[in-house]
């Protein structure tokens, strides 16, 4: 019963992805791929998708990712695609999440062969390289195939700009709240929610943060990147993140502020400064709550797989604001494409129409990895997974009923993130005032668009 609910859920709210960007004006129809992520950063300068130097009777095929050892997300699709393909040899380009786009651009600016096939990090990057003729486009390898894109409910063709297809859907994911079990066990209080507002989640972080110096446990944890504040402030589908006026973000900051100022997430300077990832402030108990994407749950279970935690943990659906009831949240596609300068179409089709098969999502769905494709199998599979956290409201936590996009699809959506990116920096480290802040967004977006 709870299965055929979650299953139910993930598949309402693809078509909810379907609805929401049909009304977008371009005829690209979904948006970025699971906020931001993880990972180490490899030479891409060693990683060849020629054949020169591969070993004998091996053809060598180059794919980027990003933090690629700290989650499954790619690794599992890549290993069983060696597996069944014993003459194929996959090297991976790996960067960490937040150098991933620039680093990808660099490569691709070059025209050369490396990388072969791109996982797409977010949907404006992948409008830009279009724009660039940077991928490949994929119609007549789909034609000819004669590939079903029905199994995607609709996300292949939302996939679509300017009338083609550069991609395929891979990874589907939203924002979820992950807490430590064991942490409120030992305050002795309550679990998160399903239905939980934003003010009681400040007040429960409040209530939960003890301790001094390095023993100190925050009650919650935000990320550094600035979706862990804007996102908030569009997750009821009334506004985007490119809009003529911000002031509609004014209550969010103020709120993301004073959590940092009362102590009760660590401040965005230190965790700028000291480079930390989200990843290991969870895994080393360091907090008590952390809002976060669902990609996240098959590193936990990765985690504790391979005995780096041994901590109980759960989730709970993201909060909402009063005047939004229970299961409004974030999130997006992650598409994966083929570079228009490889040297192995082919190769790198086949690569990539397995990565979005219906058996990838079953090998993913073990890792507990959600797809592109809604599979009530793939579903039941993640709910299922020995590592998945037990207990009903857990799986209950994966239910949605309104999805919104992080980011529209907009053409100049990636210089807009930059302004973002910057402008929530200097109002996190207070060289700005919120309305200062607000005050700059407007203006430079502005500009951007052609509004001013």
Known sequence: MRKRRLTAALMAGIMVCGM????????????????????????????????SGAPEGKQVLSVTTWDNE??????????????????????VIDTSADEYNNSLGISLSAAQPDPDVIWVKDMGSMLQMADKEQLLPIDDFIEEDNLDLSIYKGAAEQLMYNGKSYSLPYRNDWYVLYYNKDLFDAAE????????TWEEYYDLAAKMTSGEGSSKVYGSH????????????????????????????KPWYEQGLALQDGGYIQDYSTLKTANIHYSSVFKNQQCAMM???????????????????????????????????????????T???????????????????????????????????????????????IAAAERFPEGESNVEALNYTHYSFDRPLDPQIEEIRTVLNEVHEMIMIHSYSVDEGIAELTKRVGEIKGWN
């Open 20 to 51: 929401l960007t049909a009304c977008q004006s371009k005829t690209v129809q979904d948006q970025q791929g699971g906020e931001e992520e993880t990972a180490q950063t490899s030479d891409a300068g060693e990683t060849s998708g020629s054949n």
């Open 70 to 91: 700290s989650s499954p997300q790619f690794q599992a699709v890549i290993d069983a695609y060696e597996e069944e393909n014993p003459d194929v040899e996959i090297k």
């Open 189 to 196: 209080v309550e679990y998160p929610s399903n239905d939980m």
């Open 222 to 249: 935000n990320h550094t990147w600035q979706a862990l504040v804007t996102n908030w402030a569009v997750q009821d589908g009334k506004h985007t993140v490119v809009e003529k006026d911000y002031s509609f973000m």
């Open 291 to 333: 809002p976060m994407g669902t990609w996240f749950i098959a590193t936990m279970m990765q985690s504790q797989e391979e005995g780096e935690t041994d901590f109980n943990w759960g989730i709970a659906t993201i909060p909402h604001s009063k005047d939004t009831e229970a299961g409004y949240t974030v999130g997006a596609l």
């Open 335 to 381: 598409p994966i494409a083929i570079s228009a300068f490889t040297d192995q179409p082919d190769l790198a089709w086949d690569f990539v129409k397995f990565a979005s098969s219906e058996k990838a999502a079953e090998i993913l769905a073990k890792q507990g990895v959600f797809t592109g494709i809604p599979s009530e199998t793939a579903f039941q599979t």
